[in-house]
């Protein structure tokens, strides 16, 4: 379903991503493993069109998206979760979930506000509170239902688990378990190797803006010098 082949992207003079490939099929969850400032964020927007590559492919349902402005990429059902969050602290819960909301997409899985409060009884709880006087781990459940209200058939997670509490990670791997049976495709940037296993088919590891290792976590066991090359903080 998504397809990036050899993108470069430069802030300025500076060059983060060289030659970055990358697919996630029907149907599966991918991490994108790294450490701080490796580009896996920089991966995430330059598929999104946040920032543009100046060279390379990125091909989304067999359609190829670079070039094109981030809300014209939405449409086509492949949305964004930032690890900013970036909810309006200023509306309830109920009023975020409602700026998300778009029509319905063919064979795609319809998001309510309802069935999502099934998967987020955290915030069913809070529904008419800000989005301001929510925990970090809330804000972040906030920001995955606010976009799963648009009906994508692709989800870019940027850093789900940073920054929340062991207990509120595992309901968030337990929510991406559920996306996953829905038939949601997920990439999903991490450096928590154990919440990555927990939700992911495979992975690739980046780098200094290069992947240096794509496989199963099989795969990824099997080589212990690549994680503590790559992964160990």
Not at 118 to 130: C, T
Not at 131 to 141: A, I, V
Not at 204 to 214: A, P, R, T
Request: overall charge neutral; aromatic content about 6%; proline content about 5%.
């Amino acid at each position: 379903m998504l397809e990036v082949e050899g993108i470069n992207t430069f802030y300025g003079q500076a060059h983060i991503l060289r030659d970055v490939s990358l697919t996630v099929g029907d149907g599966e969850v991918v991490a994108l493993l790294g450490r701080n400032g490796a580009g896996k964020s920089t991966t995430m927007k330059s598929i999104m069109g946040l920032v543009r590559p100046r060279r390379g492919t990125v091909r989304y349902d067999g359609e190829e998206v670079q070039g094109r402005s981030p809300h014209q990429i939405c449409r086509l059902g492949l949305s964004y979760v930032p690890e900013e969050r970036r909810i309006f602290s200023g509306l309830t819960v109920l009023e975020n979930l409602e700026v998300g909301r778009r029509d319905p997409r063919p064979n795609v899985p319809e998001w309510s506000i309802d069935r999502l409060f099934e998967l987020f009884p955290n915030l069913a709880e809070r529904r008419g509170n800000l989005g301001g006087q929510l925990s970090g781990g809330e804000q972040q459940m906030l920001t995955i239902a606010r976009t799963l209200m648009g009906n994508p058939r692709l989800v870019l997670l940027d850093e789900p688990s940073e920054g929340i509490a062991p207990v509120i990670v595992e309901q968030m791997a337990n929510v991406i378990v559920s996306l996953k049976r829905e038939g949601l495709v997920v990439l999903i940037s991490e450096q928590n190797l154990y919440f990555a296993k927990l939700v992911s088919n495979r992975a690739y590891i980046i780098e200094k803006g290069e992947v240096k290792f794509q496989g199963t976590f099989d795969d990824l066991e099997a080589r212990p010098e690549v994680r503590q090359r790559y992964l160990a903080l």
